[in-house]
């Protein structure tokens, strides 16, 4: 009789295999040459724009340029995510001519993920949001959104933004320094921006002076208690140095990304009458809203009593009377909305839906009073004023 034998299997290691279906390993690098000073955002360029990162609001198209004339007609790749937070990758090649002249893309990004070239190139390239550049360097330093540096061949930002069919759980994190001389103590903040909220701190880790003269630190964390970061969720890891001088660290993210079914979130909607007795039987009032544009498929023939929360295509913010979809102009009561924003779609109808809170914190859906469907067209564009709760 032959002995059992207990096989027991590295997932993380199969999951790099290939040997998982639905589970892809993943590595985000982040770099900061000078970190000094508290809670500084860990990526390429922290020693010139403020140490952090100016995330997007809404999508827009990105350039690139690098600081030497001779980096011309060199392939870059950007991945990231759209405005809907599918993953997009587009290939922009520097100017054929001079490098140092800005070229755009064509694909509407969100937040960009990461940044690679095939070969090192002579300057430092940037990928921007729209911004003049001398020599090479964007004029406004808060458009950049990545940097490759001289002699690399990808960017390293500490910065991920989980596409919206995807859940990613960070397993291990190294940090690295290349050494000081002065004593000083490292703190490392692994944030978490959950879809519509602001960053929080999952976890903090703390690297104590280690007595020596030369302080170089090879550690790892967060292995056995795996952090999640949901679908649209984004992950920033920052950090600080107290005590010493500048000091160049760098960290390595170990993550597993699983692919997941998004199941559609339809929420249930009401009219403005409907909504307006219940504020009364409730003894509340209107405290706040925000408004939405729900993307159609098709021109529906009655007023719907649901929408699907994945086919947002906006929420309002900015100035007034901007128009939202093609030749779809908006109308704001002043009494209730002083913003508003562009945005583009290719769906054939609209659907006007508010996010009401009343005073005693309770959430409403509210169809818009007039124009509640706007019906885009086909072909020739149709344009329609829509009017809110008032």
């Given at each position: 009789m032959s002995l059992p034998t207990a096989i027991v299997n590295d997932f993380y290691l199969e999951v790099a295999r290939g040997n998982v279906s639905g589970y892809t390993a993943r590595e985000i690098v982040g770099q900061n040459a000078a970190l000094a000073g508290a809670d500084k955002f860990i990526w390429g360029e922290g020693t010139v724009s403020s140490q952090d990162l100016t995330e997007a609001a809404t999508a827009a198209i990105v350039y690139i340029s690098t600081t030497a004339a001779g980096d011309t007609s060199k392939a870059v790749t950007i991945t990231g995510v759209d405005a809907n937070y599918d993953?997009?990758?587009?290939?922009?090649t520097t100017n054929a001519t001079d490098g140092r002249t800005r070229v755009a893309g064509t694909k509407a990004f969100l937040a960009i993920n990461k940044v690679t070239?095939?070969?090192?190139?002579?300057?430092?390239?940037?990928?921007?949001y729209a911004s003049e550049v001398t020599n090479g360097v964007p004029d406004d330093l808060t458009k950049v959104q990545a940097v490759i540096d001289i002699g690399n061949t990808e960017s390293f930002n500490a910065f991920y933004c989980v596409p919206r069919n995807r859940k990613l759980y960070l397993t291990s994190l190294r940090y690295r320094s290349t050494g000081s001389t002065t004593t000083h103590d490292v703190i490392l903040s692994i944030k978490q921006k959950l879809y519509g909220g602001a960053y929080t701190?999952?976890?903090?880790?703390?690297y104590l002076d280690l007595g020596t003269t030369n302080f170089i630190d090879e550690q790892i964390s967060f292995t056995d208690a795996p952090l999640v970061f949901p679908a649209k969720s984004k992950?920033?890891?920052?950090?600080?140095?107290?005590?010493?001088?500048?000091?160049?660290?760098?960290?390595?993210?170990?993550?597993?990304?699983?692919?997941?079914?998004v199941a559609p979130a339809?929420?249930?909607?009401?009219?403005?009458?409907?909504?307006?007795?219940?504020?009364?039987s409730r003894g509340t009032t209107l405290a706040s809203q925000n408004y939405y544009l729900i993307g159609l498929d098709?021109?529906?023939?009655?007023?719907p009593s649901s929408f699907n929360l994945d086919n947002l295509l906006a929420t309002i913010t900015g100035a007034t009377n901007y128009r939202v979809a093609a030749n779809t102009e908006v109308a704001f009561d002043p009494a209730y909305f002083v913003s508003g924003k562009l945005i583009s779609t290719d769906k054939k109808a609209i659907l006007t839906v508010m996010r009401c809170v009343d005073s005693g914190a309770t959430v409403d859906y509210v169809l818009a009073p007039v124009n509640t469907i706007v019906d885009l067209g086909s072909g020739v564009k149709k344009t329609q004023k829509i009017s809110y709760l008032a």
């Open positions: 993953e997009i990758t587009e290939v922009i070239i095939a070969a090192a190139v002579a300057g430092k390239l940037y990928v921007f701190v999952l976890d903090i880790a703390k992950f920033k890891l920052t950090a600080g140095l107290v005590g010493g001088t500048a000091l160049d660290i760098a960290i390595e993210a170990k993550f597993i990304e699983e692919a997941i079914t339809t929420t249930t909607v009401i009219n403005k009458a409907t909504y307006l007795t219940t504020l009364t098709e021109v529906p023939t009655a007023l």
